[in-house]
C-alpha cells in the first residue's frame, strides 16, 4: 500500500506537493520549505522517484520534481489525510463542524475539500468555512445541500458548500481560466474521498 521507505522526510516532501497539486519546485526550495537539509532532501527525492511517487526533471544545475499524480493513490490519500489532521490540530474550532457534517453525509462515495480563507489562514471570526463536494452525479446535490443546511444550525461556524460532479470538476480544472475548482486546489485540505479525486486528478492534469 505504501512505498517500502517511509522516511519522515518522505512524507514532508509528498506533503508540501501534495499542497501544491500540479506545480513543480526546485529540490533546494523543497528542502527550504521543510527545513531540512539539503543533501538529505536530494537523496529522499530520488528514493521517492525511484518509487513512483513524484517525477523528476533535471536542468543544468537544477532538480525539479512535482508529484506524480499516478502513482500509488492511496498513499497519496494516507498523507492527505495526515494533512487534514494536522490542519484540524492547527483549527480545532473546526473539529467540531467537520466531525458533525462528513459522517452524516449518506452517499457511496464523494469527494469534500476545504478551501478558501481558513485554509489560506485569513479567516476573521465573521468567516465561512468554504467546502468543495465533489458528488457521483446530479442526483447526489439534494443529499449534500439538505445535510448543510441541517448541521449548519448545530455548529458554530458558517457553512459555504459548493457542489460539483466529479465531471464537471474535471471539465473546470482543464479550463484555461480561474474558475471554482482551481482556487479549491490551489489552497486545499481534502477532508475526505481522497482516492476519487486523485483518480480524476489523474486523468485530468
Same mark, same amino acid.
Given at each position: 500500500?505504501?512505498?517500502?521507505?517511509?522516511?519522515?522526510?518522505?512524507?514532508?516532501?509528498?506533503?508540501?506537493?501534495?499542497?501544491?497539486?500540479?506545480?513543480?519546485?526546485?529540490?533546494?526550495?523543497?528542502?527550504?520549505?521543510?527545513?531540512?537539509?539539503?543533501?538529505?532532501?536530494?537523496?529522499?527525492?530520488?528514493?521517492?522517484?525511484?518509487?513512483?511517487? #513524484?517525477? &523528476?526533471?533535471?536542468?543544468?544545475? +537544477?532538480?525539479?520534481?512535482? $508529484?506524480?499524480?499516478? %502513482?500509488?493513490?492511496? =498513499?497519496? *490519500?494516507?498523507?492527505?489525510?495526515?494533512?487534514?489532521?494536522?490542519?484540524?490540530?492547527?483549527?480545532?474550532? #473546526?473539529? &467540531?463542524?467537520?466531525?458533525?457534517? +462528513?459522517?452524516?453525509?449518506? $452517499?457511496?462515495?464523494? %469527494?469534500?475539500?476545504? =478551501?478558501? *480563507?481558513?485554509?489560506?489562514?485569513?479567516?476573521?471570526?465573521?468567516?465561512?468555512?468554504?467546502?468543495?463536494?465533489?458528488?457521483?452525479?446530479?442526483?447526489?446535490?439534494?443529499?449534500?445541500?439538505?445535510?448543510?443546511?441541517?448541521?449548519?444550525?448545530?455548529?458554530?461556524?458558517?457553512?459555504?458548500?459548493?457542489?460539483?460532479?466529479?465531471?464537471?470538476?474535471?471539465?473546470?480544472?482543464?479550463?484555461?481560466?480561474?474558475?471554482?475548482?482551481?482556487?479549491?486546489?490551489?489552497?486545499?485540505?481534502?477532508?475526505?474521498?481522497?482516492?476519487?479525486?486523485?483518480?480524476?486528478?489523474?486523468?485530468?492534469?
Amino acid at each position: 500500500m505504501y512505498p517500502a521507505t517511509l522516511s519522515k522526510t518522505s512524507v514532508e516532501i509528498v506533503a508540501f506537493l501534495a499542497s501544491h497539486i500540479g506545480r513543480s519546485y526546485p529540490v533546494r526550495q523543497i528542502s527550504g520549505k521543510i527545513g531540512k537539509d539539503y543533501k538529505i532532501t536530494y537523496d529522499t527525492t530520488k528514493k521517492l522517484a525511484a518509487q513512483g511517487i #513524484l517525477l &523528476i526533471e533535471r536542468r543544468p544545475r +537544477l532538480v525539479i520534481c512535482r $508529484l506524480n499524480l499516478r %502513482s500509488n493513490t492511496q =498513499f497519496l *490519500s494516507f498523507i492527505e489525510s495526515l494533512r487534514f489532521s494536522h490542519f484540524l490540530k492547527k483549527k480545532p474550532d #473546526l473539529r &467540531i463542524t467537520v466531525a458533525e457534517l +462528513l459522517p452524516r453525509i449518506q $452517499l457511496p462515495y464523494f %469527494s469534500a475539500i476545504l =478551501f478558501g *480563507s481558513y485554509v489560506k489562514g485569513t479567516a476573521t471570526e465573521k468567516s465561512d468555512l468554504d467546502i468543495l463536494f465533489i458528488i457521483p452525479d446530479r442526483g447526489a446535490e439534494k443529499i449534500v445541500s439538505s445535510t448543510v443546511a441541517s448541521v449548519e444550525r448545530l455548529v458554530p461556524k458558517g457553512l459555504h458548500e459548493v457542489i460539483l460532479t466529479y465531471e464537471e470538476f474535471s471539465a473546470l480544472l482543464k479550463e484555461n481560466k480561474p474558475n471554482v475548482a482551481k482556487e479549491a486546489l490551489e489552497n486545499h485540505i481534502v477532508a475526505y474521498g481522497a482516492e476519487p479525486l486523485y483518480r480524476i486528478l489523474s486523468e485530468t492534469l
